[in-house]
């Protein structure tokens, strides 16, 4: 992935966070958005990481389709071996 593709999807990624759990108070970054406030978050609010992880499969779909990526694919496999936490 190109610098400005990664550029791209990290704006895409942190509006569209904010828009669906702006309610939540989730932010990606900056003052709030910190791993140790994420994990607070989700842990917080039960389900919650299924509905991002949804979101993020929606954008990363979407990304794929006009950027000629492998976002899911990449998902998926991150998924398969273990490379997340359950909140």
């Given at each position: 992935?190109?610098?400005?593709?990664h550029?791209k999807?990290?704006?895409?990624?942190?509006?569209?966070?904010?828009?669906?759990?702006?309610?939540?108070?989730?932010?990606?970054?900056?003052?709030?958005?910190?791993?140790?406030?994420?994990?607070?978050?989700?842990?917080?609010?039960?389900?919650?990481?299924?509905?991002?992880?949804?979101?993020?499969?929606?954008?990363?779909?979407?990304?794929?389709?006009?950027?000629?990526?492998?976002?899911?694919?990449?998902?998926?496999?991150?998924?398969?071996?273990?490379?997340?936490?359950?909140?």
């Amino acid at each position: 992935m190109s610098k400005e593709q990664h550029n791209k999807l990290e704006s895409i990624i942190r509006k569209r966070m904010h828009t669906r759990f702006n309610n939540y108070g989730l932010r990606i970054g900056g003052k709030g958005g910190s791993y140790g406030d994420i994990e607070r978050l989700l842990k917080e609010n039960s389900g919650l990481q299924a509905e991002v992880f949804d979101e993020l499969l929606d954008i990363y779909r979407e990304f794929d389709m006009y950027e000629g990526t492998e976002l899911v694919q990449a998902f998926w496999t991150n998924m398969a071996g273990g490379k997340w936490k359950q909140w």
